[in-house]
């Protein structure tokens, strides 16, 4: 297992390189001068070679990206050319936002959708099967600010249940962060309730056509029996498989949902950074995304030792 972990580590370290040098590329070479933004529209052409000096910009592009790796192997994501905060302050005053609604996103999802296809599959090709398979199809094909906002209009403004946006530590007042986080938090999960409980009904209804499915009907199993003590531990592999990459899709999703909810999280600070044109904290926080991919990767990959240790590398 230590093994494993350490091979999945080491080879994370060229796909977090990789994905530094596209994104620093990206950055440099997209329209948008820093300098110019934050000097103003009626700033001199002085003043702009000034501040383009100040952050560094004048210089070759191969000069800059050899101090910026530099600095990254040091542990320095560098200092918002905005703010002038350093980047990881920036973060880490972001970060809670951000987990609370991830976590409470995936947990919910889970929680819905694992029953809703193990359900599904069990009354295959009935009306209850039709209307799961009907259910997660409109979740898909819904995009998530579009579906953020018929749940602020039913919810907020018609119903004036659940307060529109904003964010409270469920630290400081647990009850008020539960009332702030059920819409963006469903909003967030209906795409992935989707597409996970469509793979959990095709893992269970593969399952639940093997032989030894049928020989617990014969001897007279129940049907919740088969389902949770047979039926799911071997479908597991595939739900797995797709729960991780739901987690993954959860960092993009962010970014949506926190500006529909002017959530004060990760995702708001991606988008405000791009704006600004804000170097230093878009590649600090692309790289911190990539960081939480692989990890995501790694876990995933411990889960199926654990679930089928037939598995090997």
Same mark, same amino acid.
């Given at each position: ?7 999945? $580590? ?141 749940? $602020? ?10 307060? /529109? ?25 209906? /795409? ?11 893992? /269970? ?23 949770? !003590? ?19 899709? =959860? ?50 990959? =411990?889960?199926? $030792?654990?679930?089928?240790? !037939?598995?090997?590398?």
């Amino acid at each position: 297992m230590l093994i494993l972990i350490a091979l999945r $580590i080491a080879a994370a370290i060229p796909v977090i390189f990789v994905v530094a040098t596209v994104v620093f590329a990206l950055l440099r070479f997209s329209p948008g001068d820093p300098a110019t933004i934050m000097a103003g529209d009626a700033a001199s052409p002085e003043r702009i070679e000034q501040l383009r000096a100040a952050l560094g910009l004048d210089q070759p592009i191969y000069t800059q990206y050899s101090i910026w790796l530099e600095e990254m192997a040091k542990g320095n994501l560098g200092v918002s050319i905005q703010s002038k905060q350093s980047v990881l302050t920036l973060v880490l005053d972001r970060l809670e936002p951000t987990l609370v609604l991830a976590v409470c996103s995936i947990v919910l999802t889970v929680v819905i959708a694992v029953p809703l296809g193990t359900i599904a599959a069990w009354n295959h090709n009935r009306w209850v099967d039709r209307a799961v398979m009907a259910l997660s199809v409109a979740g898909f094909s819904m995009p998530t600010f579009v579906t953020g906002y018929l749940l $602020i209009l039913a919810f907020a403004m018609w119903a004036d249940l659940l307060p /529109v946006q904003g964010y409270v530590s469920p630290f400081q007042d647990l009850v008020g962060s539960i009332k702030h986080l059920v819409l963006p938090s469903l909003t967030l999960s209906c /795409v992935l309730i989707a597409l996970i409980s469509r793979v959990t009904r095709s893992s /269970v209804l593969d399952v639940l056509g093997e032989n030894f499915i049928k020989t617990a009907l014969a001897k007279g199993s129940s049907g919740a029996r088969i389902l949770w !003590r047979h039926a799911l531990p071997n479908a597991a592999i595939p739900i797995i498989t797709v729960v991780g990459a739901a987690v993954a899709l =959860v960092i993009s999703g962010v970014v949506v949902t926190e500006s529909v909810f002017n959530i004060p999280g990760l995702g708001r600070l991606t988008i405000d950074a791009i704006l600004s044109r804000d170097y230093p904290v878009v590649q600090g926080l692309i790289l911190l995304f990539a960081l939480f991919y692989v990890g995501i990767n790694l876990v995933v990959d =411990v889960l199926y $030792i654990v679930v089928d240790p !037939r598995i090997r590398y």
